[in-house]
């Protein structure tokens, strides 16, 4: 009788320790993003230089968002092109703006695929986000109901707009979304703006699936 307890208890432990391994692994797994992206015929670097303004007036002069636009900033000095402080001196203005949903909840059956980790969802910014939404998780036990757990997910976004400063014409427009277990936009951005950038300008009217770095954990004291 002890031998079939200690037997059970063994196996359950197994299950267990499988099943913690799975939990972790899928909290590294990475996110991908979804890049759209449109040009006019973005000038050659040499000679060109921008200044990036928020395209939503409620970010502008925001410490947050000078901490992205530096981020942005710094890719388009890599591309060769200038970043001036003063917009009457920029040949180009651009406009950059980010988010992300109050996100919702999905249920699945543990051991069953969630589709969630393969097709792309398309809930953007263009309707459905706002600036934060609320972090949480809605975790059920899987041994106490029959392997069903449910979680939230959350839809973040970047755009990119680029004018030409004399006469205002639309030179480049993208965007990139993201489907994700967080709603850090600490962390979110910095790869948004990564993937944005991942071949850039691209092919105008081309939508390409980039893959984004996970969130790294936070260590526990």
Not at 168 to 179: D, H, M, N, T
Not at 186 to 191: A, F, G, R
Not at 197 to 214: D, K, L, M, W
């Amino acid at each position: 009788m002890l031998a079939d307890q200690l037997s059970r208890l063994g196996r359950f432990r197994l299950a267990a320790a499988v099943f913690l391994l799975f939990g972790l692994a899928a909290c590294t797994t990475p996110f991908h993003a979804n890049v759209s992206r449109f040009q006019a015929q973005l000038p050659a670097p040499a000679g060109q230089s921008f200044t990036i303004v928020a395209d939503d007036p409620a970010l502008s002069g925001g410490i947050e968002f000078g901490q992205y636009a530096r981020l942005l900033e710094a890719k388009l000095a890599q591309q060769g092109y200038t970043a001036v402080a003063d917009p009457t001196q920029a040949t180009m203005i651009v406009r950059f703006d980010y988010g992300v949903d109050n996100g919702r909840e999905r249920v699945r059956s543990t051991g069953i695929r969630d589709p969630f980790w393969g097709p792309w969802y398309g809930y953007g910014r263009f309707g459905y986000w706002g600036r934060r939404g609320p972090w949480g998780f809605g975790w059920h036990d899987p041994w106490l109901d029959s392997g069903v757990e449910s979680y939230t997910v959350f839809t973040s976004g970047i755009e990119v707009k680029i004018d030409r400063r004399v006469d205002g014409q639309r030179l480049f427009e993208g965007k990139a979304e993201a489907v994700s277990t967080s709603n850090r936009l600490d962390h979110l951005v910095p790869n948004l703006i990564e993937a944005m950038f991942t071949g850039f300008p691209g092919n105008s009217g081309e939508t390409v699936r980039i893959s984004v770095a996970p969130e790294k954990a936070v260590p526990r004291r």
